[in-house]
């Protein structure tokens, strides 16, 4: 014993005088990082928005051609982060109809992941109509500027979607504006919008219904709008107008366009539907007349400064980068180079499934400059988008953790290097890792750190080399790196690995500053703020429309009833989508279908005509809403589901903190026997839900090294999962002199209760552990108390405590180190622990003393603990130490001097109360289950069937290694009452907590969500 602790000590030596390992005394901020980067990189509600969104406009766009919208980037590969003052980008990728052969693709010589498009090198029908640079290649600003020749239906929709705008709630100033990006464009969304200026000014006047029903008038008056095509777009504003919500704060589609959609429905405007007379409006004067005439006192900025940036300040922003792309027809020749090098290769990563998959996905080019000798007007880049989503899709929850690390790093410690050694660098150098890295390396947080600086150092040996070749073709990624950039990233990225969680810590402690944040946006785009809001008539928002639907009159052939079908078959794919229900299956959602696509359809001769129609549309989809209500509350389920359940279920620091304790327990009682405690249940399941108010409990299985031969178990006749254990059924010497039952049987109790016959060590800390106490914290009172559950026992801790009745008291009193010494010295007297035990003890006490914290409130050991470590050391106990004179103290007045004679007064009840219940108030709650286990030795005969059926069976889970990884997992015999004729003294039931672990671990992100619902609907 002397020489564990004489270990113990060196090991503090070595930490605390030579701080050789810091990232052990960082070691709870380095798990406590890692589940803030999970919680920022958990799916969002808005999430799957944008992914509907998408799939919506994909649906429309599909009627006219084949151009496309997809969510793409860290969105979709769940590598996202959002902090509290920034919540990323997401990034879409608009997808041209123009496919783009791969023969035609010439490769740069220094950087062969750029490209140059040469129309020349085959017959292509839709490219050989497009502007071209130098006789023969394509015009890459056709893609970057979504020009109407390569974009015939996107480009409207884009148009109205990033349109500047300037909104106002209760406590903020939220804009929109547009930034070009590399490659694309960005729409940035500001919430605290102010000028750095104070002086700049915003005018924002309010929508005059009459003036843009003027503008309308005009715009159209020159328009090559048909009339079928406007007969449309009336009868979409009146379909609107009825679905107005009362607080148009709720809609963005109202807040932007509330103003024009009135107007479109506004009666005077027959003449406008029914025939135009052209030149009857000047252009000009109806474009005009409600723009002020004083620029300056709206804030127009003067010619020539439309590409200057301005300094906003902000409190929290967002963003949306719109990428054009061209599709790569064809398969790229580096794929089958990247495939063969993976396949002949022994690497851990990726899977030949995954390989397969990216190999026949989709490619892209892009409209981006080349990092070495650019030529804007015809540089494209390839895009592996599609692969990058793959290959995502494949990381283990470790590895994704990693990778978060990555980007936490190059956000914070490297942000000043983060324009030229971006996260797309930092990803490639992963993939890389990750072929030479075992999953098991990930399992567990040093195992995660220590992947982490396999990352960092490839990256450095790439920097060294300035080589970082790109993971699909041979083609260096960082070949724009100057050498004196490269030793001074390489000097950071040192540093890193030298203390990873103190750089970390520049990430993490960024959050901290509640000012205004700093940006800087073109000042183009506040000019056209200015005047889009300052402009009553709404000039901008009624072009924007107006150019879309010309656009889609084109695109439908001037057939309106195209484009009728393609917003009614859109509504269904969103019903769809949105409720998991397929309209045209259903004879009544096809009918509401069929009315809404006559409505529009219809050139309506009477406003009374089209009102009656409106009611039907109406009294249908109140209909549906009434037989359906999943469908109107299907946002709030999604909200539930992604968002609070999500959050409720989240893994914690103080679950880490859990199994740690479990795991040092273990390992010391491994010196006595084989003694175990382990954490399982819901925690370690992922399907543990935490309130606001109430936290859950741990569940902790307190393992007996008493085994339990399977053929001692006598199944319940009622319930077989219930059994008594025979004792006289097996020669067994650790049964033999235990309690037993009706002769045979062993007795229940043993386990209940932590009997020191089966728990020789646990017991003894058990009971330390699970002592009642009562603290103090600035705010509350906390109490711990113990309940009696089955199985086993609970430590219940309340926060907030108070009794119900107000006239009962709790007397806390300080504690008397003297007293303390007295009560130490009288139960040494009496004790048989020998004279080495007592001098470890000492010493214990003295090295406890020495790491006492300056404040104690951090420290529960101390808060619990600290007057009895401070009394153990007293020099006055020296005769404890050096040897014990029997009968120098009395017992009884050694006990009991301290005690108040009053019993009331200090809060002692009375005998007889202990087994009486006291209602009590709290503000919140936790708990912790210990339950008591023996484990089972040998097979059990179910586990032998319940195998066969699943191996003979075409279930879809769980899968064969799930099947044989539960087959040889430990089970146990806990004790507790059988459901039909209980019997308390011989009941146990068996537990097979291993095999729900695995099979919870088998368990998708979907299926989680499912349980933690069904827990939900309990405690609901």
């Given at each position: ?327 790569i027809k064809g398969i790229l020749p580096c794929l089958d180079e990247w ?138 990624l960082i070949a724009h790196l100057l050498e004196e950039e490269c030793r ?222 399977v053929e001692t178990l006598e199944y319940s006749k009622d319930v077989p ?300």
């Open positions: 014993m002397r020489l564990l602790f004489g270990d113990i000590l060196s090991v503090f030596f070595l930490v605390q005088v030579l701080g050789v390992m810091p990232f052990i005394v960082d070691h709870d901020k380095a798990k406590h990082y890692i589940e803030v980067l999970r919680e920022q990189s958990r799916v969002v509600k808005n999430d799957w928005r944008q992914h509907n969104y998408c799939t919506f406009i994909s649906s429309f766009a599909s009627h006219f051609g084949n151009e496309r919208c997809m969510v793409v980037g860290s969105t979709t590969e769940r590598t996202r982060l959002r902090s509290r003052r920034d919540q990323g980008d997401y990034d879409y990728l608009i997808i041209s109809d123009v496919a783009i052969p791969v023969e035609t693709l010439e490769y740069s010589k220094d950087v062969p992941c750029f490209v140059h498009i040469n129309v020349d090198k085959t017959p292509s029908a839709q490219l050989s109509n497009l502007s071209v640079v130098d006789g023969k290649y394509l015009n890459a600003s056709l893609l970057k500027n979504f020009d109407d020749s390569v974009f015939k239906i996107l480009r409207g929709i884009y148009d109205v979607i990033t349109m500047p705008s300037l909104t106002r709630s209760d406590d903020f100033i939220h804009i929109k504006v547009n930034k070009e990006v590399k490659p694309g464009h960005n729409q940035a969304h500001f919430t605290g919008f102010e000028y750095l200026g104070k002086e700049q000014g915003y005018i924002q006047v309010e929508a005059d219904i009459k003036a843009i029903t003027k503008q309308f008038r005009c715009l159209l008056d020159v328009s090559d709008i048909s009339r079928d095509m406007i007969s449309v777009m009336r009868n979409i504003f009146f379909l609107l107008e009825e679905l107005r919500p009362e607080n148009i704060q709720n809609s963005l589609t109202f807040q932007t366009f509330g103003a024009l959609i009135e107007a479109g429905t506004d009666e005077t405007l027959t003449w406008l539907y029914d025939g135009r007379s052209k030149g009857s409006c000047d252009k000009e004067s109806c474009n005009n007349d409600q723009i002020p005439e004083d620029p300056k006192a709206e804030g127009n900025s003067s010619p020539g400064t439309t590409k200057e940036l301005v300094t906003i300040l902000f409190d929290f922003k967002s963003g949306r980068d719109f990428i054009p792309a061209f599709p495939r063969s090098r993976l396949m002949e290769s022994k690497s851990f990563w990726p899977s030949r499934e995954a390989i397969d998959r990216i190999y026949e996905s989709e490619y892209y080019v892009i409209a981006k400059p080349a990092i070495v000798n650019p030529d804007v007007r015809k540089d494209f880049c390839i895009g592996f988008n599609n692969a990058e989503m793959i290959l995502s899709s494949t990381f283990s929850d470790g590895q994704r953790l990693c990778f978060l690390l990555l980007k936490s790093l190059q956000k914070g410690y490297l942000k000043e290097f983060s324009e030229r050694l971006t996260s797309y660098h930092w990803k490639t150098a992963f993939y890389y890792t990750l072929e030479t890295t075992e999953l098991e390396m990930f399992a567990s947080h040093s195992g995660i750190f220590n992947a982490l600086e396999k990352v960092l150092s490839f990256m450095v040996t790439c920097l060294e080399q300035r080589f970082l070749r790109h993971y699909f073709i041979n083609s260096n001074q990233i390489i000097s950071s990225i040192q540093a890193i690995i030298s203390d990873p969680v103190k750089a970390l810590d520049v990430y993490f402690f960024q959050e901290k500053d509640d000012g205004k944040l700093v940006d800087q946006i073109p000042n183009d785009q506040i000019e056209d703020l200015k005047h889009q809001e300052g402009d009553s008539s709404r000039k901008t928002h009624a072009e924007a429309i107006l150019s879309l639907v010309s656009r889609l009159q084109i695109g439908a052939g001037n057939d309106s009833s195209k484009f009728v079908a393609a917003i009614v078959d859109t509504l269904a794919v969103a019903v769809k989508t949105e409720a998991n229900f397929d309209c045209y299956a259903n004879e009544f959602c096809t009918g509401i279908l069929k009315i809404i696509g006559d409505y529009l359809n219809t050139n309506f001769r009477t406003a009374e005509d089209r009102k009656r129609k409106l009611e039907c549309i109406s009294f249908g989809a109140g209909t549906w809403t009434a037989v359906m209500p999943f469908i109107v509350d299907h946002d709030k389920a999604k909200h539930y589901i992604l968002e609070v359940l999500r959050e409720q279920s989240c893994v914690v620091k103080n679950d880490w903190r859990q199994y740690n304790y479990c795991q040092f327990i273990s390992s010391f009682a491994s010196h006595f026997g084989n003694e175990r405690c382990m954490v399982v249940g819901s925690t370690t399941e992922r399907t543990r839900l935490r309130s606001r108010r109430d936290q859950g409990d741990y569940d902790y299985l307190i393992i007996s090294d008493v085994a339990i031969p999962c219930f059994v008594h254990i025979n004792g006289n059924k097996t020669h067994n010497t650790q049964l033999s002199n235990l309690s037993v039952v009706d002769g045979k049987y062993l007795n229940a109790s043993l386990l209940k209760y932590f009997d020191d016959s089966v728990f020789k060590i646990i017991r003894g800390i058990y009971d330390v552990i699970t002592m009642p106490s009562l603290r103090r914290s600035k705010d509350y009172i906390h109490i711990k108390v113990n309940k009696e559950v089955k199985p086993g026992d609970n430590q219940a801790r309340f926060s907030g405590f108070e009794y119900l009745d107000k006239d009962q008291r709790y007397i806390q009193v300080e504690a008397d180190i003297k007293a303390i010494t007295k009560q130490l010295k009288s139960l040494f007297a009496e004790s048989d622990i020998s004279k080495d035990m007592i001098s470890v003890m000492s010493n214990i006490f003295f090295l406890l003393e020495e790491l006492r914290p300056e404040n104690i409130q951090n420290s529960l050991t101390f808060q619990t603990f600290g007057a009895l470590i401070e009394a153990g050391m007293d020099k006055t106990l020296t005769s404890l130490y050096e040897g014990r004179s029997k009968g120098s103290c009395d017992k009884e007045s050694c006990n009991n001097d301290q005690i108040t004679k009053d019993p009331k007064t200090e809060g002692n009840s009375s005998p007889g109360t202990t087994k009486e219940l006291v209602t009590i108030l709290f503000d919140y709650k936790s708990g912790r289950d210990f339950i008591p286990a023996f484990p089972i030795k040998g097979a059990l005969p179910c586990l032998v069937e319940w195998r066969s059926r699943l191996m003979e069976s075409k279930s879809f889970w769980p899968s064969r290694e799930a099947i044989d990884r539960i087959y040889e997992s430990e089970c146990y015999v806990i004790a507790k009452p059988a459901i039909v004729n209980p019997d308390v003294r011989k009941d146990f039931c068996i537990g097979f907590n291993n095999a729900e672990m695995i099979l919870s671990s088998t368990f998708s992100d979907g299926q989680r969500q499912r349980q933690r619902q069904r827990v939900f609907r309990t405690i609901d």
